[in-house]
């Protein structure tokens, strides 16, 4: 059954502080009802609520009130004519079963008929109307446990990522982590104090959280501005956005500095006010960043545009116009859930991003520009992971510099390119070749058995031998020459390395007296 606001209501004056049946008679008989409702009111309200005919079973009565600081249930009964008061607010509420978002009354007025039962709340902001539902005990339960798992799967999914993301933090530094954190997170804990989950679990704390949420909702907006300027890089290539996000998180800081100041109701407004603009934020990021094509946030829209509906239903829950919509609450904090693991695929995105980007990186700084070899950083990686049987063929052309200087440093650049592509041609079944200076290369082979070592060696050199005379039919000044050294010859790769260089110094002294003596 439901009761609505309109006319339900009577304001109980600020002096009268003794909540007893001689206060409500009065109050009531000098009150007239509120015809409008009490939605955006905030003290204490009276209303009675006549039972004819009980019929033994306990019934639940809901108010549609989220913040309760005085939830109070008085009747007198017939047969001993004593008071009997129930507290149901959020400090006492042992005897009330737990409600996320809400206050239960729990009636149980055996054999009582006639009864009137006064009821009396008190919050220092009604932010909807509080009309009153009352369930029979199997609709509450089943009212109950949906409300309460959906709002706690919600909560604590929010709780976990904000956590996950603090873990990512610690783990990697990563600033956007914790920003993450701190804007996924924030909601949680917000939501956990705004549903009274927080009091519900430490019931000895004489505060009641569920004004909280409110005061949280700027840092949380905070800590998002800064994740989305983090997430697209705004400092580095949207500069007016960065600067718009930075000056957003100080008004929000300082926001949620000034709420402790002002009254719970502005405060309330202000955080609404502040959801609103920070909706029209982040679609629009959204938009302008999928127009340039930036898809990192794909995700960031999708869940911006669910919170978005979520809150508008929320706001529609708590406009007179629209009257009362069903579970705002659960609608907005699924929707936020949501929200917050599309978040966290932004992080993912992100770390993606930067995954591609180092791994681009890492690739350049292995790579020799011209002949596409790689470098000595790559040789040294290769050397520290060799087989058992390798060798080392180290190569240096020859004429680089006569070319250079006859034809210019394009030339000198096609011989090197021409060189390394025949090279590395060769050397790329058995082994790699890499570029270790201006004319210099360095190839590095291996074999399952000593054995085919020993062929292979005989094969390439007798192949780059091959090679020098074809560089000599492009160029007459080229040619190459190289020493070869097995790690049967030295110990270490580093030493075979030594050997292959000694040899090829030797190889390049004997072409040079071959050359002289010809010429003489
Ligand atoms: N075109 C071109 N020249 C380069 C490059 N890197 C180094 N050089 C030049 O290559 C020349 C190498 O000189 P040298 O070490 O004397 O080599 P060389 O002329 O082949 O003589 P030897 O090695 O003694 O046989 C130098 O003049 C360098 O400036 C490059 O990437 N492109």
């Keep these: 059954m439901h009761i609505k606001d309109e006319g339900l209501w009577r304001a109980v004056p600020e002096n009268i502080t003794e909540l007893n049946i001689n206060n409500y008679r009065q109050?009531?008989?000098?009150?007239?009802?509120?015809?409008?409702?009490?939605?955006?009111?905030?003290g204490g309200f009276l209303t009675k609520i006549n039972i004819t005919n009980n019929s033994g079973q306990t019934w639940f009565l809901i108010p549609n009130a989220n913040f309760l600081d005085i939830a109070r249930a008085t009747w007198i009964t017939n047969s001993k004519q004593e008071e009997e008061v129930i507290d149901f607010s959020q400090f006492h509420n042992s005897s009330a079963p737990q409600l996320l978002h809400f206050q239960v009354l729990p009636i149980q007025v055996d054999g009582e008929t006639n009864t009137s039962i006064w009821l009396y709340v008190s919050a220092k902001h009604f932010p909807t109307l509080v009309s009153l539902t009352l369930y029979s005990s199997a609709d509450f339960y089943r009212y109950q446990t949906m409300n309460n798992s959906l709002s706690l799967t919600a909560i604590s999914i929010m709780l976990l990522l904000g956590l996950l993301s603090f873990l990512i933090y610690t783990r990697t530094g990563h600033r956007i982590a914790i920003t993450c954190a701190g804007y996924v997170g924030l909601h949680g804990v917000g939501w956990a104090a705004a549903s009274g989950l927080v009091n519900d679990l430490f019931s000895e704390i004489q505060i009641n959280w569920s004004y909280a949420g409110m005061y949280i909702f700027p840092f949380a907006i905070a800590c998002a501005c800064q994740f989305v300027s983090d997430l697209f890089e705004c400092k580095n290539q949207h500069l007016k956005l960065a600067k718009f996000l930075n000056i957003l998180t100080i008004i929000c800081t300082f926001l949620g500095l000034s709420m402790a100041l002002i009254s719970f109701q502005?405060?309330?407004y202000v955080s609404h006010i502040l959801a609103m603009i920070w909706i029209l934020v982040t679609l629009s990021v959204s938009v302008i960043m999928m127009s340039k094509k930036d898809f990192r946030a794909k995700y960031f829209l999708i869940g911006n545009l669910l919170y978005s509906f979520s809150l508008a239903y929320y706001m529609a829950a708590h406009n007179k116009m629209f009257g009362a919509l069903d579970n705002p609450e659960a609608v907005v904090l699924i929707a936020l859930s949501v929200d917050c693991l599309c978040i966290i695929l932004c992080l993912s995105e992100w770390f993606k991003l930067k995954q591609i980007e180092f791994n681009r990186h890492f690739y350049l700084s292995r790579i020799d520009p011209l002949t596409q070899l790689g470098n000595r950083y790559a040789l040294n990686e290769t050397l520290s992971n060799l087989g058992e049987h390798y060798f080392i063929v180290y190569i240096d052309f020859d004429g680089l510099k006569a070319i250079n200087d006859k034809y210019g440093h394009a030339e000198g650049d096609k011989l090197i390119e021409k060189g390394a592509k025949?090279?590395?041609?060769?050397?790329?079944?058995?082994?790699?070749?890499?570029?270790?200076g201006g004319d210099e290369f360095i190839c590095v082979l291996s074999t399952s058995t000593y054995a085919d070592l020993l062929s292979l060696q005989q094969i390439i050199s007798q192949s780059l031998i091959e090679i020098n005379s074809q560089l000599k039919a492009f160029w007459a000044e080229a040619g190459l020459s190289f020493g070869i050294a097995n790690n049967q010859q030295g110990n270490t790769a580093s030493e075979c390395l030594s050997l292959a260089d000694s040899e090829m110094y030797k190889y390049k002294q004997l072409k040079i007296r071959v050359e002289t003596a010809k010429q003489i």
Excluded: A, H, Q
């Design 422 to 436: 025949l090279i590395s041609n060769l050397i790329k079944p058995k082994g790699t070749t890499f570029r270790v």
């Design 266 to 268: 502005l405060s309330f």
């Design 27 to 42: 109050v009531w008989s000098n009150t007239l009802p509120i015809t409008e409702g009490i939605v955006g009111k905030s």
